[in-house]
Nanobody
Framework: QVQLEESGGGSVQAGDSLSLSCAASGRTFSTDHMGWFRQAPGKERELIAA????????YYADSVKGRFTISRDNAKKTVYLQMNSLKPEDTAVYYC??????????????????????WGQGTQVTVSS
């Protein structure tokens, strides 16, 4: 079992920055790929960033590429999401998640919700114009 707890959400103005953290507890963290998802009202939950277990590989959705940075500290069992140049369309609940076993034919980062085994409770990010 893995427990995940996000923090760092809040309300900001367009153009501001925000940093999210996700602290993990439970089983080994260093061998898990991690992802950040977000879900806006009335929309499906979408993967926006992922980092491989040893931070060698990163994935970003086009909507956040160049503005968001995902990182992790395995010693602290924490994954981060640095969000810069925030836009109103970034308003959503942000979730961190543990990638499940990578099945044949799927990408290491797994874009689907079902590709992830454990989830945090989410943290709200609101960006006003």
């Amino acid at each position: 079992q893995v427990q995940l707890e996000e923090s760092g959400g809040g309300s900001v103005q367009a153009g501001d920055s925000l940093s999210l953290s996700c602290a993990a507890s439970g089983r080994t963290f260093s061998t898990d790929h991690m992802g950040w998802f977000r879900q806006a009202p009335g929309k499906e939950r979408e993967l926006i960033a992922a980092v491989s277990s040893a931070s060698i590989r990163r994935y970003y959705a086009d909507s956040v590429k160049g503005r968001f940075t995902i990182s992790r500290d395995n010693a602290k069992k924490t994954v981060y999401l640095q969000m810069n140049s925030l836009k109103p369309e970034d308003t959503a609940v942000y979730y961190c998640a543990v990638r499940g076993p990578v099945r044949s034919g799927t990408t290491w980062y797994g874009v689907k919700v079902k590709d992830y085994s454990y989830w945090g409770q989410g943290t709200q990010v609101t960006v006003s114009s």
